[in-house]
């Protein structure tokens, strides 16, 4: 089976999942034709070479309009799980003659899964795409005690989020990967400065998602783990522990984080044929 190993030995982000994708030969406009069969728009995608120590990775990110540059490991609050740091809180709202102002909306997970759903995209691509933001509800009603029907998105309502988890889902279909297996996840330490004041990494709703997974964390200070990078792997991994010894690779890919670290601060992930997991 064509199986694709996520090396997280320096975290995972919905973003770098998807710019190592991108240097798996998927191509870019191949991933904006599938974004563009999303009814969201107010967007541009970075897509780039750079090397981060030494190794070239592929850094992908989604800018909305109006919006700076974003950095993609920042502290998640609650309903704001990405780059809440970096800029205002924009999100996508339909306003007349099909133009959208950016303002604060609250999206439920039956908006979010509608979203997707009315997207022309495979079967497969949807109900994945959907599950993972499923997981990410789950987590987040238990830390705030809802049950996840009723848990309102900020951040991950907005369209990054949205971009992210589908273009990952889609890039693994259009590269015919057919299993997945997680390395333990690295995590990062100390604490990060959200909106209730100061929370120990990993934050709570990420902790719930990785729960049953290996994690560990190291001096290195901050969060390497997002919601949706966590949310991601339990998903959609079926195996999760060191890399088998008996896995041979073919080729290796690299998907680059936004800070510079005092490690590599990309994604690596090995893709070969491997029996079932």
Wanted: hydrophobic fraction near 40%; proline fraction near 5%.
């Amino acid at each position: 089976m064509r199986t694709l190993y996520l090396d997280c030995f320096s975290g995972i982000s919905g973003n770098m999942f998807v710019g190592m994708m991108l240097q798996n030969d998927i191509s870019l406009e191949g991933l904006k034709e599938t974004f563009s069969r999303l009814p969201v728009s107010g967007y541009s995608l970075i897509c780039e070479p750079v090397v981060k120590q030494g190794i070239q990775a592929q850094y992908y990110d989604v800018v909305l309009d109006g919006e700076r540059a974003k950095h993609e490991h920042c502290c998640p609050d609650e309903h704001e799980y990405r780059r809440e740091h970096h800029h205002e809180h924009v999100h996508e709202h339909p306003h007349a003659h099909g133009h959208h102002h950016h303002v604060h909306v609250h999206r439920g997970l039956r908006e979010i899964k509608e979203i997707i759903e009315k997207a022309d995209l495979s079967a497969a691509v949807k109900a994945k795409s959907c599950a993972v933001f499923e997981t990410l509800a789950i987590a987040e009603g238990k830390v705030h005690g809802l049950p996840p029907e009723e848990v309102h998105f900020h951040e991950v309502g907005a369209v990054d989020c949205i971009l992210d988890i589908v273009g990952a889902v889609w890039a693994l279909e259009e590269s015919g990967i057919e299993q997945i297996g997680v390395s333990p996840l690295h995590t990062g330490s100390g604490f990060i400065q959200c909106a209730h004041g100061l929370m120990p990494v990993p934050a709570p709703a990420t902790a719930e998602i990785l729960t049953g997974l290996p994690f560990y964390g190291t001096a290195i200070d901050g969060e390497l783990v997002t919601p949706t990078g966590a949310a991601l792997v339990k998903t959609l991994a079926a195996y999760a522990g060191p890399r088998p010894e008996d896995f041979v690779h073919e080729r290796i890919i690299y998907g680059a984080g936004t800070k510079d670290l005092e490690i590599p601060n990309v994604l690596r992930g090995y893709i070969g044929e491997y029996k079932m997991f």
